[in-house]
């Protein structure tokens, strides 16, 4: 590559990174873009080199052309060995978890947004998130919004106000018929993904690999993975399909009043001494976290 393009090349990947807000973007995923499929503003951005011209560019207009290019390299992966990809089952009759704000008649609710880790990065697929254990429900729930997430035994544990638990459902989900998931976590040998499947904020990669298994039409009921902050059981992200429903909701209960079945949890001599607990002492001698008294 000729200097010249170098530059270039460079100034775009650092205007991508500043526009998404994503500073994980590597010049794999844009090398092979064509300057003329950006939004035009971001054209002239790097035409002027004027790094603090942004105009009127639209982050998701950049962010969705880059998980785009990224959903085509993952499928030219996966498309000759469909055949060697892991999956996961959760037989029939099998339970799973979820935690959802309080108030609603079910636990199931498929949404087609494009913000979480396993949604489609445009929205054309409807996800519902669910977990094989509840402490493991509760981490996603609480760590994922913590401010001192991954940042090391000096920062502060996480705090959780005691309303936390008014104001949120745990549902125990039953599986109508036997599941089957793409397998994420062991992919990332196959497309040289170590470390970013599971990280606390690289969305784009595991958001391009739902697009690029809709592409290639294969059936599975979604994708299981394991959790970034705390890995005691499978996570779940269920694809909403014509054969729902996959599950049916057998108890719907309040946080505060939920009970934990301790052979649920990782053993410990606290657990081991209990047949169960709340999901308060889930909070605090599992998850390491604090529960504080709400204002």
């Given at each position: 590559?000729?200097?010249?393009?170098?530059?270039?090349?460079?100034?775009?990947?650092?205007?991508?990174?500043?526009?998404?807000?994503?500073?994980?973007?590597?010049?794999?995923?844009?090398?092979?873009?064509?300057?003329?499929?950006?939004?035009?503003?971001?054209?002239?951005?790097?035409?002027?080199?004027?790094?603090?011209?942004?105009?009127?560019?639209?982050?998701?207009?950049?962010?969705?052309?880059?998980?785009?290019?990224?959903?085509?390299?993952?499928?030219?992966?996966?498309?000759?060995?469909?055949?060697?990809?892991?999956?996961?089952?959760?037989?029939?009759?099998?339970?799973?978890?979820?935690?959802?704000?309080?108030?609603?008649?079910?636990?199931?609710?498929?949404?087609?947004?494009?913000?979480?880790?396993?949604?489609?990065?445009?929205?054309?697929?409807?996800?519902?998130?669910?977990?094989?254990?509840?402490?493991?429900?509760?981490?996603?729930?609480?760590?994922?919004?913590?401010?001192?997430?991954?940042?090391?035994?000096?920062?502060?544990?996480?705090?959780?106000?005691?309303?936390?638990?008014e104001v949120h459902d745990i549902?125990e989900l039953q599986c109508k018929?036997?599941?089957?998931?793409?397998?994420?976590?062991?992919?990332?040998?196959?497309?040289?993904?170590?470390?970013?499947?599971?990280?606390?904020?690289?969305?784009?990669?595991?958001?391009?690999?739902?697009?690029?298994?809709?592409?290639?039409?294969?059936?599975?009921?979604?994708?299981?993975?394991?959790?970034?902050?705390?890995?005691?059981?499978?996570?779940?992200?269920?694809?909403?399909?014509?054969?729902?429903?996959?599950?049916?909701?057998?108890?719907?209960?309040?946080?505060?009043?939920?009970?934990?079945?301790?052979?649920?949890?990782?053993?410990?001599?606290?657990?081991?001494?209990?047949?169960?607990?709340?999901?308060?002492?889930?909070?605090?001698?599992?998850?390491?976290?604090?529960?504080?008294?709400?204002?």
């Open positions: 590559m000729v200097k010249k393009e170098q530059e270039e090349l460079d100034f775009v990947l650092k205007l991508a990174k500043k526009v998404t807000g994503e500073y994980d973007i590597k010049q794999s995923e844009i090398e092979n873009i064509p300057l003329s499929n950006f939004p035009k503003q971001f054209q002239n951005t790097v035409k002027s080199r004027d790094y603090d011209d942004l105009g009127d560019i639209e982050p998701d207009d950049v962010r969705n052309l880059i998980v785009d290019n990224t959903t085509q390299a993952i499928k030219a992966k996966l498309e000759p060995v469909t055949d060697d990809v892991s999956y996961k089952f959760v037989l029939d009759a099998s339970k799973i978890y979820r935690i959802q704000g309080a108030g609603h008649p079910s636990a199931i609710y498929y949404s087609d947004g494009s913000d979480g880790r396993y949604n489609h990065h445009r929205g054309k697929a409807k996800i519902m998130y669910a977990a094989e254990k509840p402490d493991t429900c509760l981490a996603e729930l609480t760590e994922r919004v913590d401010k001192n997430k991954g940042e090391g035994p000096h920062a502060e544990q996480t705090t959780v106000s005691s309303d936390f638990f549902g018929r036997q599941l089957k998931f793409v397998d994420v976590s062991v992919m990332g040998a196959r497309l040289k993904l170590s470390g970013d499947l599971i990280d606390t904020h690289n969305y784009p990669n595991t958001q391009a690999i739902v697009a690029a298994w809709g592409e290639l039409g294969s059936t599975c009921y979604g994708f299981a993975y394991a959790g970034a902050h705390y890995q005691n059981g499978t996570l779940f992200a269920l694809k909403e399909t014509p054969e729902n429903p996959q599950l049916e909701t057998i108890k719907l209960t309040k946080l505060s009043q939920y009970q934990v079945d301790t052979s649920e949890l990782p053993p410990s001599k606290f657990t081991s001494e209990r047949s169960e607990i709340s999901m308060f002492d889930v909070m605090e001698r599992s998850l390491g976290g604090k529960v504080i008294p709400s204002n």
